[in-house]
Protein backbone atom coordinates (compact mmCIF):
# COMPACT_ATOMS: atom_id res chain seq x y z
CA UNK A 1 0.00 0.00 0.00
CA UNK A 2 1.09 3.24 -0.70
CA UNK A 3 2.16 5.85 2.13
CA UNK A 4 1.00 9.09 1.22
CA UNK A 5 2.86 10.63 4.34
CA UNK A 6 -0.27 11.65 5.79
CA UNK A 7 -1.48 10.72 9.15
CA UNK A 8 -4.29 8.00 8.56
CA UNK A 9 -6.96 8.23 11.38
CA UNK A 10 -9.93 5.76 11.80
CA UNK A 11 -13.13 7.45 13.28
CA UNK A 12 -17.11 5.72 13.47
CA UNK A 13 -18.95 6.60 10.29
CA UNK A 14 -21.79 6.91 12.39
CA UNK A 15 -22.81 6.08 15.86
CA UNK A 16 -22.66 6.63 18.95
CA UNK A 17 -18.75 7.54 18.98
CA UNK A 18 -18.97 9.43 15.99
CA UNK A 19 -19.89 13.06 17.16
CA UNK A 20 -17.65 12.87 20.48
CA UNK A 21 -14.57 11.80 18.08
CA UNK A 22 -15.19 14.40 15.58
CA UNK A 23 -15.27 17.12 18.37
CA UNK A 24 -12.50 16.16 19.63
CA UNK A 25 -10.18 16.63 16.65
CA UNK A 26 -11.89 20.05 15.96
CA UNK A 27 -11.14 20.74 19.85
CA UNK A 28 -7.80 20.44 19.61
CA UNK A 29 -7.38 22.36 16.51
CA UNK A 30 -7.68 20.04 13.35
CA UNK A 31 -9.85 21.92 10.49
CA UNK A 32 -11.88 19.22 8.80
CA UNK A 33 -13.91 19.44 5.87
CA UNK A 34 -16.54 16.16 6.50
CA UNK A 35 -18.79 15.22 3.69
CA UNK A 36 -21.15 12.78 4.75
CA UNK A 37 -21.15 10.15 2.14
CA UNK A 38 -17.55 9.99 1.70
CA UNK A 39 -15.03 7.25 3.42
CA UNK A 40 -12.19 9.92 3.69
CA UNK A 41 -11.70 13.43 4.76
CA UNK A 42 -9.08 15.60 4.55
CA UNK A 43 -7.73 17.98 7.04
CA UNK A 44 -7.44 21.54 5.53
CA UNK A 45 -5.08 22.48 8.03
CA UNK A 46 -2.61 19.33 8.81
CA UNK A 47 -1.38 16.49 7.31
CA UNK A 48 -4.42 14.23 8.38
CA UNK A 49 -7.02 12.24 6.47
CA UNK A 50 -10.20 10.97 8.37
CA UNK A 51 -10.90 7.69 7.15
CA UNK A 52 -14.87 6.99 8.40
CA UNK A 53 -15.89 3.52 8.66
CA UNK A 54 -17.67 0.97 10.88
CA UNK A 55 -16.82 0.36 14.28
CA UNK A 56 -15.80 -2.75 13.69
CA UNK A 57 -13.25 -2.33 10.87
CA UNK A 58 -11.56 0.36 13.14
CA UNK A 59 -9.37 -2.81 14.91
CA UNK A 60 -8.38 -4.37 12.43
CA UNK A 61 -7.19 -1.46 10.49
CA UNK A 62 -5.02 -0.40 13.15
CA UNK A 63 -3.70 -3.84 13.72
CA UNK A 64 -3.12 -4.36 9.59
CA UNK A 65 -1.17 -0.70 9.91
CA UNK A 66 -3.57 0.14 7.43
CA UNK A 67 -4.25 3.38 9.81
CA UNK A 68 -2.02 5.54 11.89
CA UNK A 69 -4.55 5.91 14.67
CA UNK A 70 -8.20 5.07 15.60
CA UNK A 71 -10.73 5.95 18.04
CA UNK A 72 -12.51 2.68 19.16
CA UNK A 73 -14.66 1.35 22.17
CA UNK A 74 -12.26 -0.68 24.29
CA UNK A 75 -15.30 -3.77 24.09
CA UNK A 76 -15.06 -3.62 20.42
CA UNK A 77 -11.14 -3.53 20.58
CA UNK A 78 -10.09 -6.26 22.54
CA UNK A 79 -13.07 -8.69 21.28
CA UNK A 80 -11.62 -8.20 17.91
CA UNK A 81 -8.10 -8.54 19.40
CA UNK A 82 -9.02 -12.23 20.86
CA UNK A 83 -10.96 -13.06 17.64
CA UNK A 84 -7.71 -12.12 15.44
CA UNK A 85 -5.76 -13.76 18.24
CA UNK A 86 -7.74 -16.82 17.37
CA UNK A 87 -7.64 -16.73 14.13
CA UNK A 88 -3.67 -16.66 14.13
CA UNK A 89 -3.77 -12.53 12.64
CA UNK A 90 -2.07 -9.50 13.77
CA UNK A 91 -3.23 -8.18 17.24
CA UNK A 92 -0.91 -5.64 18.19
CA UNK A 93 -1.90 -2.17 19.12
CA UNK A 94 -0.99 0.81 22.21
CA UNK A 95 -3.52 2.36 23.42
CA UNK A 96 -2.29 6.07 24.03
CA UNK A 97 -5.23 7.83 25.57
CA UNK A 98 -8.42 6.47 27.81
CA UNK A 99 -11.21 9.27 26.53
CA UNK A 100 -13.79 10.63 28.70
CA UNK A 101 -17.01 8.93 27.04
CA UNK A 102 -18.40 6.17 25.53
CA UNK A 103 -18.44 4.42 28.58
CA UNK A 104 -21.21 1.54 28.79
CA UNK A 105 -20.48 -2.24 30.84
CA UNK A 106 -20.95 -5.41 29.10
CA UNK A 107 -23.12 -7.00 31.80
CA UNK A 108 -24.95 -10.29 31.45
CA UNK A 109 -29.05 -10.34 32.06
CA UNK A 110 -31.45 -12.73 32.81
CA UNK A 111 -35.50 -12.59 32.22
CA UNK A 112 -36.63 -11.07 35.05
CA UNK A 113 -38.84 -13.98 36.39
CA UNK A 114 -35.22 -16.44 35.85
CA UNK A 115 -34.23 -17.23 39.24
CA UNK A 116 -30.32 -16.38 39.10
CA UNK A 117 -27.85 -17.31 42.14
CA UNK A 118 -24.63 -16.31 40.28
CA UNK A 119 -23.21 -17.19 37.23
CA UNK A 120 -23.04 -20.53 38.07
CA UNK A 121 -26.38 -20.29 37.43
CA UNK A 122 -26.00 -20.46 33.38
CA UNK A 123 -24.54 -23.74 33.79
CA UNK A 124 -25.21 -25.56 30.25
CA UNK A 125 -27.42 -22.18 28.96
CA UNK A 126 -27.03 -20.27 26.07
CA UNK A 127 -26.23 -16.67 26.22
CA UNK A 128 -27.04 -14.17 23.19
CA UNK A 129 -24.43 -11.78 22.54
CA UNK A 130 -22.09 -9.68 19.85
CA UNK A 131 -19.06 -10.30 22.02
CA UNK A 132 -18.55 -14.24 22.34
CA UNK A 133 -14.66 -13.95 22.36
CA UNK A 134 -15.29 -11.45 25.43
CA UNK A 135 -18.25 -13.47 26.88
CA UNK A 136 -16.34 -16.90 26.50
CA UNK A 137 -13.22 -16.02 28.24
CA UNK A 138 -15.36 -14.93 30.83
CA UNK A 139 -17.04 -18.11 30.95
CA UNK A 140 -13.61 -19.65 31.25
CA UNK A 141 -12.12 -17.85 33.99
CA UNK A 142 -15.67 -18.61 36.06
CA UNK A 143 -15.04 -22.03 35.07
CA UNK A 144 -18.97 -21.95 33.97
CA UNK A 145 -19.54 -24.35 31.45
CA UNK A 146 -22.16 -21.94 28.85
CA UNK A 147 -22.78 -20.88 25.55
CA UNK A 148 -22.44 -17.88 23.71
CA UNK A 149 -24.96 -17.76 20.83
CA UNK A 150 -23.36 -15.04 18.71
CA UNK A 151 -26.10 -12.45 17.08
CA UNK A 152 -25.50 -9.47 15.42
CA UNK A 153 -28.43 -7.75 16.59
CA UNK A 154 -31.21 -7.70 18.51
CA UNK A 155 -29.91 -9.65 21.13
CA UNK A 156 -31.93 -8.21 23.86
CA UNK A 157 -34.78 -9.99 22.43
CA UNK A 158 -33.28 -13.44 22.13
CA UNK A 159 -34.93 -14.77 25.46
CA UNK A 160 -37.80 -13.65 24.49
CA UNK A 161 -37.79 -15.57 21.41
CA UNK A 162 -36.52 -18.34 22.80
CA UNK A 163 -32.95 -18.56 21.34
CA UNK A 164 -30.88 -18.25 24.67
CA UNK A 165 -31.47 -18.30 28.40
CA UNK A 166 -29.60 -14.74 29.17
CA UNK A 167 -28.31 -12.60 26.89
CA UNK A 168 -24.83 -10.17 27.22
CA UNK A 169 -24.38 -6.75 25.80
CA UNK A 170 -24.15 -3.04 26.27
CA UNK A 171 -25.94 -1.21 28.99
CA UNK A 172 -25.78 2.70 29.75
CA UNK A 173 -28.58 3.77 31.24
CA UNK A 174 -30.53 0.05 32.32
CA UNK A 175 -33.99 1.60 29.86
CA UNK A 176 -33.31 -1.20 26.89
CA UNK A 177 -33.00 -3.95 29.73
CA UNK A 178 -36.08 -2.64 31.42
CA UNK A 179 -38.10 -2.47 28.67
CA UNK A 180 -37.53 -6.16 27.42
CA UNK A 181 -37.90 -7.24 31.05
CA UNK A 182 -34.40 -8.18 31.99
CA UNK A 183 -32.30 -7.58 34.44
CA UNK A 184 -28.67 -6.83 34.84
CA UNK A 185 -26.52 -9.50 36.73
CA UNK A 186 -22.78 -9.17 36.29
CA UNK A 187 -21.30 -6.88 34.77
CA UNK A 188 -17.58 -8.47 32.93
CA UNK A 189 -16.40 -5.78 31.30
CA UNK A 190 -16.36 -1.92 31.64
CA UNK A 191 -15.64 0.21 28.61
CA UNK A 192 -14.79 3.71 27.61
CA UNK A 193 -13.43 5.17 23.98
CA UNK A 194 -10.32 4.68 23.60
CA UNK A 195 -7.56 6.30 20.94
CA UNK A 196 -5.46 3.49 19.74
CA UNK A 197 -1.96 3.62 17.55
CA UNK A 198 -0.69 1.36 15.33
CA UNK A 199 2.51 -1.23 16.65
CA UNK A 200 4.25 -1.90 13.78
CA UNK A 201 7.22 0.26 14.35
CA UNK A 202 7.46 1.57 10.99
CA UNK A 203 5.47 4.93 11.61
CA UNK A 204 7.67 7.61 10.03
CA UNK A 205 9.65 10.48 12.14
CA UNK A 206 7.02 13.07 10.88
CA UNK A 207 3.63 11.01 11.60
CA UNK A 208 5.37 10.51 15.44
CA UNK A 209 6.54 13.92 16.06
CA UNK A 210 2.40 14.97 14.74
CA UNK A 211 1.57 12.57 16.95
CA UNK A 212 3.33 13.80 19.86
CA UNK A 213 1.81 17.32 19.14
CA UNK A 214 -1.46 16.15 18.80
CA UNK A 215 -1.63 14.15 22.36
CA UNK A 216 -0.72 16.67 25.05
CA UNK A 217 -3.81 18.85 23.16
CA UNK A 218 -5.80 15.65 23.96
CA UNK A 219 -4.88 15.66 27.58
CA UNK A 220 -5.62 19.90 27.71
CA UNK A 221 -9.03 19.20 25.93
CA UNK A 222 -10.00 16.54 28.93
CA UNK A 223 -8.55 18.24 31.42
CA UNK A 224 -10.43 21.11 30.79
CA UNK A 225 -13.70 19.10 30.79
CA UNK A 226 -13.18 18.05 34.28
O1 LIG B 1 -22.63 1.03 12.46
P1 LIG B 1 -21.52 0.70 13.40
O2 LIG B 1 -21.10 -0.75 13.37
O3 LIG B 1 -20.36 1.66 13.27
O4 LIG B 1 -22.11 1.02 14.87
P2 LIG B 1 -22.67 0.04 16.01
O5 LIG B 1 -24.15 0.00 15.89
O6 LIG B 1 -21.92 -1.24 16.05
O7 LIG B 1 -22.21 0.79 17.33
P3 LIG B 1 -22.87 1.98 18.18
O8 LIG B 1 -22.73 3.26 17.47
O9 LIG B 1 -24.22 1.59 18.71
O10 LIG B 1 -21.88 1.93 19.45
C1 LIG B 1 -20.53 2.21 19.29
C2 LIG B 1 -19.85 2.09 20.64
O11 LIG B 1 -20.45 2.99 21.57
C3 LIG B 1 -19.97 0.74 21.33
O12 LIG B 1 -19.07 -0.24 20.83
C4 LIG B 1 -19.62 1.12 22.77
O13 LIG B 1 -18.22 1.22 22.94
C5 LIG B 1 -20.23 2.52 22.90
N1 LIG B 1 -21.50 2.55 23.65
C6 LIG B 1 -21.73 3.29 24.76
C7 LIG B 1 -22.62 1.85 23.39
C8 LIG B 1 -23.56 2.19 24.38
N2 LIG B 1 -22.97 3.09 25.20
C9 LIG B 1 -24.88 1.59 24.35
N3 LIG B 1 -25.69 1.88 25.21
N4 LIG B 1 -22.96 1.00 22.40
C10 LIG B 1 -24.18 0.47 22.36
N5 LIG B 1 -25.15 0.73 23.28
C11 LIG B 1 -26.50 0.08 23.05
C12 LIG B 1 -26.59 -1.33 23.64
O14 LIG B 1 -26.09 -2.29 22.73
C13 LIG B 1 -28.10 -1.49 23.85
O15 LIG B 1 -28.75 -1.82 22.65
O16 LIG B 1 -27.52 0.80 23.64
C14 LIG B 1 -28.49 -0.06 24.22
C15 LIG B 1 -28.49 0.03 25.71
O17 LIG B 1 -28.51 1.35 26.13
P4 LIG B 1 -29.31 1.72 27.47
O18 LIG B 1 -29.04 3.17 27.68
O19 LIG B 1 -30.76 1.43 27.20
O20 LIG B 1 -28.77 0.86 28.59
ZN1 LIG C 1 -20.44 -1.85 14.96
Redo the contacts with the bound molecule.
Sequence with gaps: MSESGRLRIAV???????DDSIALLKAIGIKLNIRDRLLIAHSTNQPIDLLR?????IPGLVMDGVVDLGF?????LEEKMLERKAAGKASEFEVLRRLDY???RLSIAVPKEASYNGIGSLEKKRVAT?YPYLLERYFAEQKVNAKAVMLT?S??VAPRAGVADAIC???????????NGLVEKDVIFR???VLIQRADGDLSDEKLALINRLIPRIDGVMQAKE
Excluded at 12 to 18: A, F, I, N, T
Excluded at 72 to 76: L, Q, V
Design positions: QKSGRLSVRDDDIGENEGGCTGVEDLVSTGATLEASKA
